[in-house]
């Protein structure tokens, strides 16, 4: 059977990347294949976690390329070159251009620790977005996957996930949950639905 190519896209610890190296090994995601993991940091621990599962790694800088258009040229060689269908945020966190997200109409996908459209968008990222709903006294918090478009946070929603705020939460043990319940859930399912979807659209 033909699967989508997968590019996963990110910046730190990769626990989402392990989360999609994971599914694919127990069978969630069946229609599409990460064939590429790139990093906008040289010592991103998620690069380590893509060698030890045997996929191909690329790590570029916006620092030693000079500017976002030369960052996202070198990317986008690398996305062709490798034939991706579809590619993954897992936290990647840059922005990327409206030429960018204009060319990958709904081919990439993101996940945010809230439920969107609260405490998304420019700035609300990693533990942030965990700090501003304790402060917010939110009582129920979660995770959602949505398409990229070029508003930050802004694409459709494809998945979310809803966890309860605890009384004694910090940023630190909400985020861990938040991941726990919700993003390592409903990455790889929404992997699997876009990776479908894009399959049956070239059989059409
Ligand atoms: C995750 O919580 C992800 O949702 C978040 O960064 C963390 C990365 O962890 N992404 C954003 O905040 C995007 N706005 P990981 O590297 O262990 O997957």
């Known amino acids: 059977m033909e699967k989508a190519r997968i590019a996963v896209m990110v910046s730190g610890g990769g626990t989402n990347l ?12 069946k229609s599409g294949e990460i064939c590429l993991v790139i990093s906008n940091s040289h010592t991103a621990f998620a ?5 030890k599962a045997g996929i191909k790694t690329f790590s570029v800088t916006k620092k030693e390329l000079g500017s976002q258009e030369a960052f996202e040229k070198a990317v986008i060689d690398e996305l062709e070159k490798e034939k991706i269908d579809l590619i993954i945020l897992a936290g990647f966190l840059s922005i990327l251009s ?21 405490f998304c968008g420019d700035g609300y990222y990693g533990l942030k977005v965990h700090e ?41 043990t909400l985020q861990r949950r938040v991941m726990e319940q919700a993003e390592w859930k409903i990455l790889p399912a929404a992997a699997e639905i876009c990776s479908k979807e894009i399959i049956n659209s070239k059989e059409k």
């Open 47 to 51: 690069l380590e976690r893509a060698r």
């Open 98 to 118: 409206k030429d960018f997200t204009d060319r990958y109409k709904r081919r990439i996908i993101n996940i945010h620790p809230s439920l969107i459209p609260s």
């Open 132 to 172: 501003a709903a304790l402060a917010k006294g939110v009582k129920v918090t979660g995770a959602t996957v949505h398409y990229v478009n070029e508003i930050p946070d802004g694409g459709e929603i494809i998945l979310q996930k809803a966890v309860y705020i605890r009384k004694n939460d910090t940023a630190e």
């Open 18 to 29: 392990q989360a999609l190296i994971d599914a694919r090994i127990s069978g969630i995601i």
